[in-house]
């Protein structure tokens, strides 16, 4: 079985400061991973993507994250936090082969100024 | 339409009523997924569907709990006597399927369920 770990319920930055949340994954066979962002009462936004390709993946709005095997991490980072980063990001691990994506429990960011 | 579309996007029901909440996903995507999220917890599974395969129904939390879906179309989310604990935003999203477990899933906005 397959599970995700963030570490972190609630992460604060000050803007300008770097982001790191942090992703851990199990899985018993290659993972695709994922990380999500949702914003306030909305679905969720796909920020990038593993899929076993390079080991530094670039997403969105200056966000990247690197697949780590050694560690079985995927810990998702921006060097200069941004008021509008506010949301809660998910984790998301998908093993080769298997059809549905386990999420961890999500980790919030605050911003302040 | 260009994204996954959920409809209600809101809902209070009375306890002990039934509640339908619909998806329609992205038009060419054979798999859809229903995923729910109670307030300050993550995502949970609740059912697959893909193509016209048996669906797996294996996070469906109780037999309160079922879906459909026409076709490779429109999905129904069922609840049927709703309990307070059944309060969450259930998400709806699809894929396309080729075989990659690297596809993008995409998710609907929501529907918010509140059981008073």
């Known amino acids: 079985a397959q599970s995700v770990t963030q570490l972190g319920s609630h992460v604060s930055v000050s803007e300008g400061a770097l982001v790191l949340l942090r992703c851990n994954y199990s899985s018993s066979v290659p993972p695709y991973l994922f990380w999500y962002v949702q914003y306030p009462n909305q679905g969720l936004q796909l920020l990038l993507k593993y899929t076993s390709a390079a080991t530094l993946v670039k997403g969105i709005n200056g966000f990247e994250a690197e697949f780590k095997k050694s560690e079985t991490s995927f810990h998702l980072t921006k060097p200069s936090a941004h008021m509008s980063d506010a949301a809660e990001y998910f984790c998301a691990v998908r093993p080769s082969g298997y059809s549905t994506l386990t999420f961890g429990k999500g980790t919030m960011l605050l911003v302040s100024p | 339409g260009a994204g996954v579309s959920q409809s209600p996007s809101n809902k209070v029901t009375e306890k002990g009523k039934d509640v339908e909440l619909r998806c329609d996903p992205i038009?060419?995507?054979?798999?859809l997924y229903w995923y729910r999220q109670r307030l300050g917890q993550g995502l949970e599974f609740l059912i697959y569907f893909q193509g016209n395969s048996a669906p797996d129904k294996s996070g469906l939390p109780s037999d309160r709990f079922s879906a459909e879906r026409t076709g490779e179309s429109v999905s129904t989310l069922t609840i049927q006597r709703t309990q307070q604990e059944d309060s969450a935003v259930y998400l709806c999203?699809?894929?396309?399927?080729?075989?990659?477990?690297?596809?993008?899933?995409?998710f609907g906005e929501g529907s918010w369920l509140t059981v008073v």
């Open positions: 038009s060419g995507h054979t798999a």
């Open positions: 999203a699809s894929s396309q399927m080729t075989g990659s477990s690297g596809n993008t899933i995409y």
